[in-house]
């Protein structure tokens, strides 16, 4: 006899799984209580690595229905989500996603449905690194500096890589600059590659 099971999964301990299980229920599933797997994790995590989830997996039996409200609910990402349908097809389990209208991720309209959605996501970071590229190129055309503005000015660097080979130490630098000792370690770095860069090497026979 099929089993219906829900999987409910919330980010922060403040928030509660409640309203899923009830949209659930409204969407004309019926879910007994101890069938329902709730579990406060972030959604970074993926499905694979929640100990909620792998539970759940266990209890999964074929000809069973897992229900869930959103695809998020399921995996981080696109690619997260259709791994994670394709380990339960595999158990013969039906996946139910009440956001895409309650289709079945694992039949054929499900699985199109996914297609069409990993396509839309791939598009959409090929538009987004495609304008980063171009902003990028943008701002160097213009003179800018990509990436984030230095702590230090130049006279501060001065000042550091002066101070350093006098024989002040990395920590007492940073405390008083009220930077990172990395960030000291870098001004050090980058004023000795200058310095490199600048000799006047022979030219040999």
Partial sequence: MSRTFAYCRVSTSDQTPENQVREIEAAGFWVERHR????????????????????????????????????????RNVIDVRQTVEAVAQRGVRVHCLALGGVDLTAPAGKMT??????????????????????????????????????LSKIQKQQIVARLAAGSSIYGLAKEFGVDRRVIQRARAVAYSEQQSSVVRPISD
């Fill in 36 to 75: 329902i797997v709730a579990e406060t994790v972030s959604g970074g995590i993926p499905a694979s690595a929640r100990s909620g989830f792998a539970k759940l997996l266990d209890r999964l039996e074929p000809g069973d229905v897992l229900v869930v409200t959103k695809l998020d609910r399921l995996g």
């Fill in 114 to 151: 996914m297609s069409v959605i990993g396509a839309v996501a791939e598009f959409e970071r090929d538009l987004l690194i495609e304008r980063t590229q171009a902003g990028l190129a943008r701002a160097r055309a213009e003179g800018k500096q990509p990436g984030r503005p230095s702590r």
